[in-house]
């Protein structure tokens, strides 16, 4: 199979965790926005839910296809949020924010009863750090702000580049207004210390660490689709 085609599967199992009349979290990137797209399909054919996008790009989907949005603040306790993620460890802790909307991702997420995370087996790592981990920084400071978070990773005896995130030539901005810095650490051995020291730095907005956020896992590969359930 492709890597649209296993991201559809992943989609289409978690698709069956949804009830009617659910409060719903809709995620952002490729494969949230196939599950999008089997939303519609059933709420065409009759299915009643309410959605909370977490970005503007993934509203936009949403209105063009039909599903019918509330805002977070009209619908502040949600049943369920489905999302995809950059990356998977054993215990379900999360990279997110390689489509920019970490923040309000994780806002949804934490005011949802439930998350479900939908991906392919390439996301699956043994320990995260592989893929960079985006930090949503406030534009004042930032420079200083880099430099608090290089030696916060020294600290914890990590090592890599910080990059900001640009779009051609010009930072790319989140739907907040703030900026990203891309963390190339390579490997991320204690993300609960890493999450406490990103989150003591004042220019810090949030970061891209999910922990203990998802509850279930949707993970599809050559060999079928497979669930993983957090085990806290």
Do not use: W, Y
Request: hydrophobic share 45%; glycine share 12%; proline share 4%.
């Amino acid at each position: 199979m492709d890597a649209r085609t296993l991201k559809v599967e992943a989609a289409r199992t978690a698709l069956a965790h949804v009830d009617e009349g659910m409060r719903l979290g809709i995620g952002t990137g490729s494969t949230a926005e196939e599950f999008v797209r089997l939303l519609a399909e059933r709420v065409s054919q009759g299915l009643e839910i309410v959605g909370v996008p977490t970005s503007e790009r993934t509203a936009a989907l949403c209105r063009e296809l039909g599903v019918p949005l509330a805002t977070l603040d009209e619908m502040p306790e949600l049943d369920l949020t489905v999302d995809g993620a950059d990356e998977i460890d054993a215990a379900l802790t999360l990279v997110k924010g390689g489509g920019g909307a970490l923040l309000r991702e994780k806002i949804v997420a934490a005011a949802s009863a439930r998350m479900i995370v939908i991906a392919d087996d390439s996301k699956l790592v043994g320990t995260l750090g592989r893929f960079p981990l985006p930090i949503e920084v406030n534009r004042f400071g930032l420079r200083a702000t880099e430099r608090a978070i290089a030696a916060a990773a020294v600290t914890l005896g990590l090592d890599g580049p910080l990059t900001l995130r640009m779009t051609g030539n010009e930072p790319f901005v989140t739907d907040g207004g703030h900026l990203i810095l891309d963390a190339s650490f390579g490997r991320i051995p204690d993300p609960r210390a890493l999450s406490g020291a990103l989150h003591a730095i004042p220019g810090v907005v949030e970061h891209g660490l999910f922990l203990g956020l998802a509850d279930l896992a949707v993970i599809s590969g050559a060999g079928g689709v497979r669930t993983v359930s957090r085990t806290e």
